[in-house]
């Protein structure tokens, strides 16, 4: 995936003078005013397709506004505007909308991998991978997870305040949400995708260790079953449940290639 490491030079300068009025060398101001007007318009939607969360938190007139800020401030390094504002969740950490909205940036987060997800590559379960695995001498073998599978630790409630915008943006009910928000407690969001479908439900503790195995904490099952805490949900359990999500669609051995 493509970061924005700040906009070139040249870039730069054209943006100041698109974003200041100040004239540049070399171009008419009334082409870089009507530039402008389409290049903030097409900003503010991207933002507002890669992070409806956070639309539905600020409005798109204030989304708007801070996508030209963020533009001016990060630049333009991909031409796929889907795949530009990589970085806006950093970038907002540092806004003051955060004192007022403290749970922004990680928002900003779990809408981009939610963004990510849905546009990863489609993968369709290994079947035959599963029913090769009684036949395994051990347990020295991988999860393949699905496309688009990240696990976002938050220490607020991400999953709760997504859900409530992604159910109805209008009105959101956020009932639950204000009383985690109170009582403290954050949320560990898991993003995959199950077919043409992105899936979120919250991580739970129990299952924290072989998560670990799908975003590359232990290379092997039988690793992570040597460091497995007491409270572990039961690999067979969780197995059956993951494979069932199709949160995991195969399995990596030796034996199986």
Known sequence: MARESGAPTGQRALLEAIFTGRPAAGHDPR???????????????AL??????????????????LAGDFLQSAGRSVFDWGLWGE???????????????PYLADSARLDWLMHC??????????HASFANMEGLASLDFSLVAAPGCF???????????????????????????AAMLEAGRGQAALVWRQGP???????????????Q???????TVAEALRRLPADSMPLEQWLDQAIREQLVIGLSHSSLT
Not at 117 to 126: E, Y
């Open 31 to 45: 082409g870089l005013a009507v530039y402008r007007r389409n290049l903030l318009a097409s900003a503010a939607r």
């Open 48 to 65: 507002s397709i890669s992070y409806p969360t956070v639309t539905c938190l600020l409005g798109r007139d204030r989304l708007g506004r």
């Open 87 to 101: 970085g806006f969740p950093v970038w907002l950490e540092e806004h003051s909308l955060c004192r007022q909205y």
């Open 117 to 126: 997800a849905q546009r990863a590559a489609d993968a369709r379960p290994d």
């Open 151 to 177: 696990v976002l630790e938050s220490g607020f409630p991400v999953v709760a305040i997504h859900e409530a915008h992604r159910q109805d943006p209008a009105r959101p009910d956020l009932g639950v949400a």
């Open 197 to 211: 479908r992105t899936c979120l439900r919250e991580a739970r503790d129990e299952e924290r260790i072989w998560l």
């Open 213 to 219: 195995l799908l975003n590359g904490g232990a290379a």
